[in-house]
């Protein structure tokens, strides 16, 4: 595996690769790499002949300077996963110089960001799109994977893939769950033994609103997931809610042909988790 620093050394990488009739794939991270980033990468391997993943802690995406200092590091566990899974490069750019002479922009995000994540982390999504838009200048991926995890991120960053006509293909890829239904997280090797027991609540809430979006209404659904949580008085919910799966907008109702999702962010102590469940309401 080739490490990369220099953002036109991966550029110069890429270039050669498609040149050599390879499909470019990227996955971009911010390292911590775990089993769910070892999906991402597997279905990259499947879909393109070469494979670059990037490990990059964006500092314009966190709102928390704090967030940002305890952001878990490991990155020797990462190069070693990433040989192991057969990746052919890894690109570790340095902030100054990816952000080169770049002041942050400011994108349209379709008011994508005013739900759920975004009112609590102002800034946040945009600076997201200020790191993708970065990576992919350099990168140049034919095909960037991203997990469905982070369901607003990925629905943000369609939306400015597709507005802004980046040549980019953006696959989005399911979520990965511990046995116990805990979904993957970077943040999760910092959550206390006893709120790590805890956790698996999260799931079994989801799986109630999507038993109930069956047969009731997004009301119901949600009433339902909110009662599993509202057994564990540690478990701090910022929300969990009913949105179309494309618009993030909230529902009251059930629209005919679209697709919904129950979306869900909780704090156990120190650590915020979020993640969510598409739902198969009978309409
Ligand atoms: O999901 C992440 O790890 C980050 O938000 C991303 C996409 C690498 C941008 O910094």
């Known amino acids: 595996m080739e490490v990369l620093t220099a953002p036109e050394h991966v550029a110069a990488w890429s270039a050669q690769a498609r040149w050599s009739g390879h499909r470019v794939g990227f ?3 911010m390292g911590a790499l775990h089993t769910g980033h070892a999906s991402l990468i597997s279905q990259a391997l499947r879909q ?3 494979v670059v ?43 100054h110089e990816l952000y080169q002479g770049h002041r942050p922009m400011t994108f349209d995000l379709g008011g994508l960001d005013t739900y759920w994540e975004g009112p609590d982390r102002p800034g ?4 997201v799109v200020n790191a993708v838009e970065r990576l992919f200048l350099y990168v140049r991926p034919d095909k960037a994977f991203f997990g469905e995890k982070d369901r607003q991120q990925l629905a943000i960053v369609r939306h400015v893939a597709t507005t802004l006509q980046w040549p980019e293909q953006i696959v989005g890829c399911p979520i990965h769950r511990e046995p116990d239904g805990l979904a993957m997280s970077s943040r999760n090797v910092r959550l206390s033994p006893s709120d790590r027991e805890r956790a698996p609540l999260l ?30 008085p540690e478990i701090v919910v910022d929300y969990l809610g009913i ?9 009251d109702s059930w629209r005919t042909g679209r697709e919904a999702v129950a979306l869900l962010a909780a704090r156990l102590g120190e650590v915020r988790l979020i993640d969510n469940i ?6």
Do not use: K, M
């Not at 040989?83 to 750019?93: T, Y």
């Not at 946040?124 to 600076?127: A, E, N, T, V």
């Open 48 to 50: 393109c002949e070469r």
């Open 203 to 232: 799931y079994e809430a989801l799986l109630s609103t999507a038993q109930s979006a069956t047969t009731g209404s997004p009301a119901q659904a949600q009433q339902a997931g909110l009662a599993v949580l509202a057994r564990d």
């Open 27 to 29: 996955v971009p991270t």
């Open 53 to 95: 993943v990037s490990i990059f802690v964006n500092p314009l995406q966190f709102n928390d300077l704090n967030d940002l200092a305890r952001y878990p590091r490991s990155p020797d566990a990462d190069r070693a996963l990433l040989e192991e899974l057969g990746c052919h490069a890894l690109f570790l750019p340095d902030e």
């Open 278 to 283: 598409l739902l198969h309401p009978s309409v």
């Open 124 to 127: 946040h999504f945009q600076g």
């Open 243 to 251: 949105a179309d799966a494309v618009t993030l907008e909230p529902l």
